[in-house]
């Protein structure tokens, strides 16, 4: 009877309604080894406070005992059930330019893709890794000297990190890759945008540490699936600051190693939520609120 206080939905049957008639988004992330990402509560849990119903889904190669190569199919996939989009993490962010339609200024400037629209039959690649370190770099680290940097990997995560060094006033960036073809093309790239001399490659790494003011960690070495080092704990000092963008573990052994011997540090969560706040942006159109996500990455 309308009226009867008896016909109205209990609180569990309110919310559901609620949920119900949510707006949807479905997104996921590609990339190897990936299973401990904190990135789809992330995304989920700042989703269902701006009323959402917001999923988001790990596609890891390794688990699913696939490869880059099998990008084609997964982005088909992905448009067929509806998805508003991916991001794109190690061994794809540059493999999967060739498969997308369209590439936003920075993801064609870097060459490094990190999250994909899809929208209308089309892809579209973005690149927010590089916002995502800048914002993080100016909260921690912003009184540091950034005269000479080193950094470590030159592949998509590293192009996205080097220009945002660069953009945040670096005066020059060494890169050490185990490909030394790939680290110099991306100095040449680099040289191109911001001028002659501001990055180099295949310098001795001992040398270019011992006049470095910081080192930036870009390859996948202190991942869970990847334990290790990228240079060895001895160039370090404690005059040098040390940023590390792997974030699972967040305290990886190049942080434990840098604090020990008294540098300043910066982890790879600050990053890892700004690039998010930026993905969150382009999915659904609304602006995120980056200071609930950092307390949520907190809390994680």
Same mark, same amino acid.
Request: proline letters at 4%; aromatic letters at 6%.
């Given at each position: 009877?309308?009226?009867? +206080?008896?016909?109205?939905?209990? +609180?569990?049957?309110?919310?559901?309604?609620?949920?119900?008639?949510?707006?949807?988004?479905?997104?996921?992330?590609?990339? &190897?080894?990936?299973?401990?990402?904190?990135?789809?509560?992330?995304?989920?849990?700042?989703?269902?406070?701006?009323?959402?119903?917001?999923?988001?889904?790990?596609?890891?190669?390794?688990?699913?005992?696939?490869?880059?190569?099998?990008?084609?199919?997964?982005?088909?996939?992905?448009? =067929?059930?509806?998805?508003?989009?991916? &991001?794109?993490?190690?061994?794809?962010?540059?493999?999967?330019?060739?498969?997308?339609?369209?590439?936003? +200024? $920075?993801?064609?400037?870097?060459?490094?893709? &990190?999250?994909?629209?899809?929208?209308?039959?089309?892809?579209?690649?973005? &690149?927010? /890794?590089?916002?995502?370190?800048?914002?993080?770099?100016?909260?921690?680290?912003?009184?540091?000297?950034?005269?000479?940097?080193?950094? !470590?990997?030159?592949?998509?995560?590293?192009?996205?990190?080097?220009?945002?060094?660069?953009?945040?006033?670096?005066?020059?960036?060494?890169?050490?890759?185990?490909?030394?073809? =790939?680290?110099?093309?991306?100095?040449?790239?680099?040289?191109?945008?911001?001028? =002659?001399?501001?990055?180099?490659?295949?310098?001795?790494?001992?040398?270019?540490?011992?006049?470095?003011?910081?080192?930036?960690?870009?390859?996948? #070495?202190?991942?869970?699936?990847?334990?290790?080092?990228?240079? +060895?704990?001895?160039? #370090? =000092?404690? $005059?040098?600051?040390?940023? /590390?963008?792997?974030?699972?573990?967040?305290?990886? %052994?190049?942080?434990?190693?840098?604090?020990?011997?008294?540098?300043?540090?910066?982890?790879?969560?600050?990053?890892?939520?700004?690039?998010?706040?930026?993905?969150?942006?382009?999915?659904?159109?609304?602006?995120?609120?980056? %200071?609930?996500?950092?307390?949520? !990455?907190?809390?994680?």
């Amino acid at each position: 009877m309308a009226g009867d +206080p008896s016909s109205r939905l209990s +609180p569990q049957a309110d919310e559901a309604v609620r949920i119900s008639t949510s707006p949807s988004v479905l997104v996921g992330l590609v990339g &190897n080894g990936i299973r401990a990402s904190r990135t789809p509560r992330l995304h989920e849990r700042e989703g269902a406070e701006q009323g959402l119903r917001y999923i988001y889904k790990l596609i890891d190669l390794e688990a699913l005992g696939l490869d880059a190569g099998a990008l084609p199919e997964i982005l088909t996939a992905a448009q =067929r059930f509806g998805f508003a989009g991916l &991001n794109i993490t190690h061994p794809c962010k540059q493999a999967v330019i060739p498969l997308l339609d369209e590439l936003s +200024p $920075d993801a064609a400037a870097l060459g490094a893709v &990190n999250t994909v629209v899809l929208k209308d039959g089309r892809r579209v690649g973005h &690149n927010t /890794d590089w916002w995502g370190f800048v914002e993080s770099f100016r909260r921690e680290l912003s009184d540091v000297r950034t005269g000479r940097v080193v950094q !470590f990997g030159a592949g998509g995560a590293g192009a996205a990190v080097a220009h945002a060094l660069l953009t945040l006033g670096a005066g020059e960036i060494t890169l050490v890759d185990t490909d030394e073809i =790939r680290a110099q093309n991306l100095a040449a790239a680099l040289c191109e945008r911001f001028g =002659r001399r501001c990055a180099r490659a295949g310098a001795a790494v001992a040398d270019a540490m011992a006049a470095a003011d910081g080192m930036v960690n870009t390859t996948p #070495l202190g991942m869970a699936k990847y334990p290790g080092m990228a240079v +060895p704990a001895d160039l #370090l =000092r404690p $005059d040098l600051w040390v940023a /590390d963008i792997v974030y699972f573990p967040l305290e990886t %052994e190049l942080l434990r190693q840098a604090r020990a011997r008294g540098c300043r540090t910066l982890s790879g969560g600050g990053m890892a939520v700004f690039q998010a706040v930026g993905a969150f942006r382009l999915f659904t159109g609304l602006e995120a609120d980056a %200071e609930r996500m950092l307390r949520h !990455f907190g809390e994680m």
